[in-house]
T-cell receptor, first 113, second 110 residues
Framework: DGGITQSPKYLFRKEGQNVTLSCEQNLNHDAMYWYRQDPGQGLRLIYYSQIVNDFQKGDIAEGYSVSREKKESFPLTVTSAQKNPTAFYLC????????????FGPGTRLTVT | GQNIDQPTEMTATEGAIVQINCTYQTSGFNGLFWYQQHAGEAPTFLSYNVLDGLEEKGRFSSFLSRSKGYSYLLLKELQMKDSASYLCAVGGGATNKLIFGTGTLLAVQP
């Protein structure tokens, strides 16, 4: 089946540790996105990539890093510099310049204590 | 600036009709999307409007007025499973980014 996978569903880390969230898609989409969702707030864009080996900062990129070495994969690293990392993280992909529609993965709930 | 407004919460009765409004002010416009999100799950696509008017898809319909910066999502014959957050999002600019509203949490009561 085509789709987007994120793993793990739940992730727990100690403060001060970096953690990498995985996102893989087999939809052959050029564009991929990372969002953060906090209770009572909408989706906020962290980073996005429109093509392999290229990515841009979104609205809240501080404390995060990404890579796009393969079309299918767009991992997000939450670094120790992110002051409030506990959140629900959603990865999405889209066809890119041809379409604004985005398809979402199941999300990873990160808890940092 | 970019701004999307929608009500925070709404309550409706099973079997009834509910309308969720969304107003937007964005620097560009390439269509308006509605997504449904159940708690703890991923948003799923409901509808897309790029031209003015009403798009109907089963129990769900979505309306757009570009001149007014306004859209609504209409849900008919409400079912308990329709209890979820409904996210309004606008495609803007040349970088295929979606700008999301904060979502409307709909509670369907028996």
């Amino acid at each position: 089946d085509g789709g987007i996978t994120q793993s793990p569903k739940y992730l727990f880390r100690k403060e001060g540790q970096n953690v990498t969230l995985s996102c893989e898609q087999n939809l052959n989409h050029d564009a991929m996105y990372w969002y953060r969702q906090d209770p009572g707030q909408g989706l906020r864009l962290i980073y996005y990539s429109q093509i392999v080996n290229d990515f841009q900062k979104g609205d809240i990129a501080e404390g995060y890093s990404v890579s796009r070495e393969k079309k299918e994969s767009f991992p997000l690293t939450v670094t120790s510099a992110q002051k409030n990392p506990t959140a629900f993280y959603l990865c999405a992909s889209g066809a890119g310049t041809a379409s604004y529609e985005q398809y979402f993965g199941p999300g990873t709930r990160l808890t940092v204590t | 600036g970019q701004n999307i407004d929608q009500p925070t919460e709404m309550t409706a009765t099973e079997g009834a009709i509910v309308q969720i409004n969304c107003t937007y002010q964005t620097s560009g416009f390439n269509g308006l999307f509605w997504y449904q999100q159940h708690a703890g799950e991923a948003p799923t696509f409901l509808s897309y409007n790029v031209l003015d008017g009403l798009e109907e898809k089963g129990r769900f319909s979505s309306f757009l007025s570009r001149s007014k910066g306004y859209s609504y999502l209409l849900l008919k014959e409400l079912q308990m499973k329709d209890s979820a957050s409904y996210l309004c999002a606008v495609g803007g600019g040349a970088t295929n980014k979606l700008i999301f509203g904060t979502g409307t949490l709909l509670a369907v009561q028996p």
